[in-house]
């Protein structure tokens, strides 16, 4: 089952809104309808986003206006740009949107597959692996990442802590896809991993990243900052999964990176029902940034890296 693809004409997204209690799926037949699912987050996850951009790609009439509007869905994910600059640079070779869009899709499966791999590696037998946000095979519309990673080891029986990861509880995604898996884990609030990380009881972190720039600085789901501060503090190895597209190295450092801030109604309210009383407003950026310092190795389709620059020698896409 795939979380994004195309089909008779329609990029048919899995509504990850309603999951795990349903499973529905949603039809864009328009530029604006994809841009639409992707700000309103039916799809998440950087690789699954870009996926669903150049799908999208496919409906316009002016492709320069089209990338505009699916560019300004999500501004922090860079794999969306990269996604949607690949459509306009395929067109000008005289490849046709579509052509390109499943193109571009065919690499991230073949790249998250590479990267699934390569982090099955740094995962020992019997581990305890703790996960924040989504990295599986909803969030790349493909194999996963981080998440990914611990299913091609699963052979090697890793537990995992999901973190729920407030405030859109990305965590719940994890959990279902780990269940799907056979993954033995345990759901924990945001606010436990400290507790977990003294006690020693977690092997490694592993996440994913929306954006990482030339120094090693990325942007990652709110949250992933303080786990990197708390992992360095106790000798927890943090591990970063993401393919190449996900890197840009046209800025220096995290400074750069724009922050996504989305509706407060997201803090202040669950599955529509106000958890606060009225008149109480809420701070909501979707992303933070980690510094390269926090990183002890990232994990690419070539490879297990200890710092970006390593991986810029790879070029582009």
């Given amino acids: 089952m795939h979380s994004v693809e195309f089909k008779d004409g329609k990029v048919i997204m899995l509504d990850q809104r309603k999951l795990p209690q349903k499973e529905e799926f949603i039809a864009c037949t328009s530029v604006e309808e994809t841009a639409e699912a992707i700000r309103n987050m039916i799809v998440r996850g950087a690789p699954a986003i870009g996926v669903a951009a150049a799908y999208g790609m496919i409906f316009a009439t002016d492709l320069n206006e089209a990338a505009k509007t699916l560019k300004a869905a999500r501004p922090t994910a860079v794999d969306l740009m990269n996604a949607v600059d690949y459509i306009l640079a395929e067109h000008a070779k005289g490849t046709s949107a579509e052509s390109a869009a499943k193109k571009w899709h065919q690499m991230i499966l073949d790249k998250t597959k590479k990267i699934c791999e390569n982090g099955a590696g740094l995962i020992k037998d019997g581990s305890t692996v703790l996960l924040h946000c989504n990295t599986g095979p909803l969030a790349t519309a493909a194999y996963g990442t981080a998440l990914g990673a611990v299913i091609y080891s699963k052979q090697k ?153 390593e991986i810029e020698n790879y070029g582009r896409i």
Wanted: one cysteine or more.
């Fill in 157 to 309: 029986k890793p537990f995992c802590y999901v973190d729920e990861t407030r405030p859109r509880f990305q965590g719940a995604l994890t959990s279902w896809e780990l269940l799907q898996a056979d993954v033995e884990h345990k759901v924990i609030t945001d606010s436990m991993a400290g507790m977990l990380m003294k006690e020693r009881k977690i092997s490694c972190v592993m996440v994913g990243a929306d954006r990482i720039v030339k120094n090693g600085d990325f942007a990652n789901k709110i949250g992933t900052y303080s786990l990197a501060v708390l992992a360095k503090t106790h000798a927890v190895p943090f591990y970063v999964f993401a393919p190449l597209s996900t890197f840009d190295f046209k800025l220096e450092n995290g400074d750069s990176i724009t922050i996504e801030e989305r509706n407060e109604l997201e803090v202040l309210e669950v599955e529509g029902r106000r958890m606060y009383a009225a008149g109480t407003h809420a701070f909501n950026p979707a992303f933070d940034i980690t510094p390269a310092k926090y990183v002890t190795e990232y994990v690419t389709e070539f490879g297990v890296y200890k710092k970006a620059k």
